[in-house]
């Protein structure tokens, strides 16, 4: 079974689009490069602000306001407030804890039960990520020696780090505004093309030689699966951005790692198939199901690239393939006496998970479409 290796002009065009395949055109300032200048500027951008603010208001420690906007300033909207919400939370607490325990006892033990203390209260609150900040601002406050009261210095750096904040939250809105379900949306579109280049390179090791790019493709798969959870997890900060986007966006993350396993099914399947004879005998019909398979897989990145999943893909019909495939292996099955028991076990392994993988992609499509309440063609 061969896939054809060209890809059409559209679907190359698709994958320079997502930065999947590589534009020769773009020179030294690819995307990636654009984006680092963007993100350096804006991080420049915010801190400048910030202490420009908290020098303008007379908070002369106005370098803890740009400290916090470089911490927050995250590459997207949603990252930046979540950042945002573990800064603040872990400072509130810090203040109030390092203000309390500075009223009474001596150093060290005083700080030390602090710490301790804020430590275990971000704990039992389910804020662990803002544990570390509290504990640092219990250190300022309580270790850093200043000539002023006990409120004074962590009213100001409370003050300081909100305004810090606030300045991050504003340049990140206003300033090449970056959404995480945006990235996240291309993100899984990148995904999907991927993931059809590993079905593709999966496949050619049945019957036939192992792909040399195998292992590559998995780990590219694996890397892409793990930066859009980070991306769901961000857009979970961001405004939902229309009817259904964020029941989209799960379902087709889902979706994803459900062909994922299915295709690490498949290899494990196609292994030391490589001398199969039987797998001939339902040919043609199994390559033409591998084959709308593969365009199944970038028609579903061109629609979560659109975003637009009530347009079927041309010319394929993914289940009148499996039905022909069945009707071709019910028809070979009376010579099964003369192979192997392994060779017949691993095509009707490979023609399964391959039905699988096709029901998984038309559900992709269909079930986002309802999510996103847009009627069918």
Not at 73 to 79: E, I, V
Not at 302 to 321: K, R, T, V
Request: hydrophobic residues 50%; aromatic residues 8%.
């Amino acid at each position: 079974m061969r896939l054809k290796a060209n890809k059409t002009a559209s679907q190359q065009q698709l994958a320079v689009k997502l930065r999947v395949d590589k534009d020769a055109s773009q020179g030294f300032f690819t995307w990636e490069r654009r984006r680092l200048l963007i993100q350096a500027a804006k991080t420049a951008l915010a801190a400048t602000v910030s202490w420009w603010l908290m020098m303008s208001l007379g908070l002369h420690d106005g370098y803890w306001g740009a400290i916090s906007a470089i911490i927050v300033l995250q590459s997207n909207f949603g990252a930046t407030v979540s950042a945002s919400r573990d800064r603040l939370l872990g400072t509130l607490i810090g203040a109030v804890f390092g203000f309390a325990f500075s009223l009474v006892g001596t150093l060290p033990w005083n700080f030390a039960f602090a710490v301790l203390t804020a430590v275990i209260a971000c704990g039992l609150l389910g804020l662990r990520s803002s544990s570390r900040l509290a504990g640092v601002t219990i250190a300022i406050i309580m270790l850093v020696q200043v000539k002023a009261s006990y409120w004074m210095l962590p009213l100001h750096r409370v003050a300081e780090v909100f305004m810090g904040i606030v300045v991050s939250i504003v340049v990140s809105t206003l300033v090449f505004p970056d959404r995480a379900r945006l990235r996240l949306k291309d993100g899984l579109a990148q995904e999907f093309l991927v993931l059809g280049a590993l079905f593709e390179a999966i496949l050619q090791g049945y019957s036939g030689p192992p792909a040399e790019n195998l292992s590559s493709l998995r780990e590219d798969v694996m890397t892409r699966m793990r930066a859009n959870n980070l991306l769901m997890e961000a857009s979970r900060h961001e405004p939902a951005g229309g009817p259904g986007w964020r029941e989209g966006l799960g379902m087709l993350s889902q979706f994803g790692r459900s062909i994922f396993d299915a295709l690490i099914a498949l290899e494990y399947s196609v292994k030391d198939s490589h001398q199969d004879a039987y797998a001939q005998q339902i040919e043609p019909e199994l390559g033409l199901l591998a084959v709308d398979i593969r365009t199944g897989f970038h028609h579903v990145a061109s629609c979560i690239h659109n975003w637009a999943f009530h347009i079927p893909p041309p010319g394929i019909s993914l289940e009148g393939d499996i039905e022909t495939l069945e009707s071709r292996m019910n028809a070979v099955r009376p010579k099964g006496m003369e192979f192997s028991q392994a060779e017949i076990l691993r095509a009707y392994a490979v023609q399964l998970h391959l039905k699988q993988i096709a029901r998984i992609l038309r559900a992709s499509r269909v079930e986002t479409n309802r999510a996103i309440g847009v009627s069918a063609e």
